[in-house]
């Protein structure tokens, strides 16, 4: 044990390296470690006076909220940007957060705004209400149907054309938000639904990469992005029941995203690939379409089967698992808009970006032994804690 004497200069000492190791890296694993390995090694400095205490806990307090160095500000915008699944929810939003704050000497301009949309006569008379005539001259609505190859080169040869045309730096970012949820029992889904849901949620994203990469790597300077849209806590997520199709391609696009990223590091491209990972997130037109999706699902699986034996046998869970989406309140969509501009212009970016407190909280879930893991998201959508009570007709 030290000396009464030097027990503050010696806990400041360590306080100060633990601060900043923990700004050093934006990871919340490592901070924890810091915690820990602060906790330890001020163990062995006498802790009797109360400045001592005090200053452990501000130290604590200071690992888990401090900034990294190496974000403390931000890239400026140039160029231009391409973001998918604009005609609602997530990528609507995010053009609109965009496009309202491209006027900010500060924060540097983009040149063009691509928004990619299934229907553009649509997105583009929503955007046109949202947004002032300055505003729009910043965006550039393209038709685009992620699982049509044809689609999907006619949209990044739109984009290479504007940029040769207007002399532009080149294209720095692709966001990608689109996608579908496919939900229903594993044991009747039809395989074509199955099908539409990976065309959708995860070749629609290899499309979009294998036809915009060579775009993004002719950018002027500076680091390039390839932002992908997961789903809750990421890989580590708990897998709830009636979720097959959805999260068989979120977790497909997961593993996508990381060995495309290891790819773009040793080819020295400088192109980071990062996962926005939302929990709820409302509002958005997911919950509306998966109400259709929903019905269409049945309906497959009737005509599938020959009888109502899927619905009979799993329709009471899946009321209640709507039931129960419908009550969660959700983090509000501006949050994944912020999350995306980190990703763009932050000089480190994370990899995954845990978006509501539902999201920060499922990799923790996960990582608990399986029987408890497993127990706690039944019991989250269907049983004692799940806002829509407990199912009725099922084990939980």
């Not at 160095?69 to 990528?91: E, H, P, Q």
């Not at 996508?256 to 939302?278: D, F, H, K, V």
Request: aromatic residues 10%.
């Amino acid at each position: 044990m030290f000396d009464e004497s030097n027990e503050i200069p010696i806990k400041v000492g360590i306080s100060i390296l633990c601060l900043f190791l923990a700004g050093r890296f934006d990871n919340h694993f490592w901070r924890l470690v810091l915690i820990f390995l602060h906790s330890f090694l001020t163990s062995f400095v006498t802790a009797s006076s109360a400045t001592g205490m005090i200053l452990r806990v501000v130290t604590m307090i200071g690992i888990m909220y401090m900034p990294m160095f190496a974000n403390l500000s931000y890239m400026k915008r140039k160029g231009c940007v391409m973001i998918t699944g604009c005609d609602s929810g997530m990528g609507q939003a995010t053009v609109e957060y965009l496009a309202k704050s491209n006027d900010n000497p500060a924060k540097g301009t983009y040149e063009k705004i691509f928004a990619a949309c299934f229907n553009p006569e649509a997105a583009k008379e929503a955007f046109e209400k949202m947004l002032t005539p300055d505003q729009m001259k910043h965006v550039a609505v393209v038709p685009l149907d992620v699982t049509n190859d044809k689609s999907c080169k006619e949209a990044a040869k739109t984009v290479q054309s504007w940029i040769d045309e207007n002399s532009s730096e080149g294209l720095y970012g692709i966001v990608q938000y689109h996608g579908i949820a496919v939900n229903g029992p594993a044991a009747y889904i039809p395989l074509h639904m199955y099908e539409r849901q990976m065309q959708v949620n995860f070749l629609g994203n290899l499309r979009i990469v294998q036809g915009f990469l060579p775009i993004l790597k002719k950018r002027s300077d500076g680091p390039g992005r390839i932002v992908f849209t997961g789903t809750g806590g990421g890989p580590c997520s708990p897998c709830p029941p009636l979720l097959t199709p959805y999260m068989a391609s979120k977790f497909a696009i997961e593993g996508y995203c990381q060995s495309l990223r290891a790819e773009m590091y040793m080819t020295g491209s400088n192109i980071e690939c990062c996962m926005i990972n939302p929990g709820f997130v409302k509002p958005t037109m997911l919950m509306e379409e998966g109400k259709k999706l929903t019905d269409k699902m049945w309906k497959a699986c009737e005509e599938e089967q020959g009888s109502t034996v899927a619905k009979d046998e799993f329709g009471m869970l899946m009321d209640h698992f709507l039931k129960y989406s419908a009550l969660q309140p959700g983090t509000h969509v501006s949050e994944v808009s912020k999350a995306a501009e980190h990703a763009l212009l932050a000089p480190v970016p994370r990899s995954s970006y845990k978006i509501g407190i539902d999201s920060k909280l499922a990799p923790i879930v996960g990582m608990m032994p399986t029987g408890m893991r497993e127990t706690m998201a039944r019991h989250g959508m269907y049983g004692v804690l799940s806002p829509a009570g407990t199912v009725e007709g099922y084990k939980v």
